[in-house]
DNA sequence: TGTACATCAGTGAACGCGCGTTCACTGATGTAC
DNA sequence: TGTACATCAGTGAACGCGCGTTCACTGATGTAC
């Protein structure tokens, strides 16, 4: 082989995070194959080269995005993180800002399913918040309320990055964050 | 004049009608002036004897598909709509498959942000339908209650929209549905 | 009433551009002898 | 160790296409005489 044996591999791995980072972004219509591979000091025509086309590199990219959330939020010893943390992760400045590195599901699932693509992976997504948020819950109804926890997350999140005044954001993050963490004792 | 004296004024009430239409159910980005004229009967030459481009289109549609909205929610004597008729409505299988007819935040608003567009629009039409809900409830903290119960309401419909499973998407609806009502009272 | 004219909403070809995709090619490498 | 060869990740020109935008134009109309 030309390179070392893991080369393409690597190559694979580069394009899939450059473009998980990119479609939740910047959008999946409006990020097109060449730039992101000329970001990744390329050029467009090797893209074919690791995949079939450009929906295939949405589906693996969502997952690749999955998978950098999970880990972000699964703690350092793959503990459940405590309710009260995920939900200042999900509503923070950090996230309304940095939607390249956040949940893809407000981002690229919600084009995916605009443009009719929708994948199953977006439902193991939500099945995994959910999951995760039910795990730190106590009682009987802890599936209910988790999707309540989820919903009002989500939402918050989609309003605050949409917002254009900056005491609406905050008030938007603000609320839905204390009202969350307290009622959840 | 050519036409009748109002026959221009017909015409880009018509495009902004069906722009406000498409840019919700396909994507701003999808949507393209030349498929948007010709499902006028019209060619794409004339768009721009009403608009100066595809930007201020994308602007007016937003407040066109606003004031729908706010049609929709205002009952027929412009009273302020009972607040389970307006969760049953948001949270509705037809708001899930009628993403045209529906809220412009999720859809338009999201993708503009996306692509740094924000509009002061966006926030009136937040601060529109957080008053609405506020208006219907008693407490002296309604200002929280009302976002709180719009972020569910937001994200729910998000997650409903994206999902494939139809099982996930009912449960989603179902419980935030059920939750919001009866926390109302 | 009849004719000539000015108006202007709408036409449709053309512009440069970036898109997703294809493909004949390159050239640095590991392998075989 | 030295040379010839096969591999194959990556190159870059080219494809047809649709995009937003421009512009010289058409032709049905209301108005003026």
Not at 10 to 36: M, N, V
Not at 44 to 69: D, I, P, R, T, W
Not at 134 to 163: C, H, K, W, Y
Request: glycine share 8%.
């Amino acid at each position: 082989m030309r390179y070392s044996h893991n080369h393409k591999a690597l190559t694979y791995q580069r394009i899939l995070k450059e473009a998980a980072g990119l479609f939740r972004r910047d959008g999946i219509g409006a990020t097109g194959l060449q730039p992101l591979m000329k970001s990744l000091g390329l050029t467009h025509g090797g893209f074919y080269a690791h995949f079939a086309s450009k929906n295939e590199l949405v589906e693996k990219a969502l997952q690749q995005a999955a998978c950098e959330v999970d880990g972000l939020c699964a703690d350092i010893f793959s503990q459940p993180q405590p309710l009260h943390a995920f939900i200042d992760t999900y509503l923070s400045q950090w996230h309304v800002t940095s939607p390249h590195e956040g949940c893809p599901l407000p981002t690229m699932s919600a084009e995916m399913a605009q443009q009719g693509h929708a994948s199953p992976t977006t439902d193991s997504v939500i099945n995994a918040r959910l999951g995760q948020i039910q795990n730190t819950l106590p009682g009987a109804d802890a599936e209910e309320q988790s999707i309540m926890i989820f919903a009002s997350l989500v939402g918050a999140l989609v309003l605050a990055r949409s917002t254009e005044s900056d005491a609406l954001r905050e008030k938007i993050l603000d609320v839905t964050r204390n009202t969350l963490k307290q009622s959840a004792e």
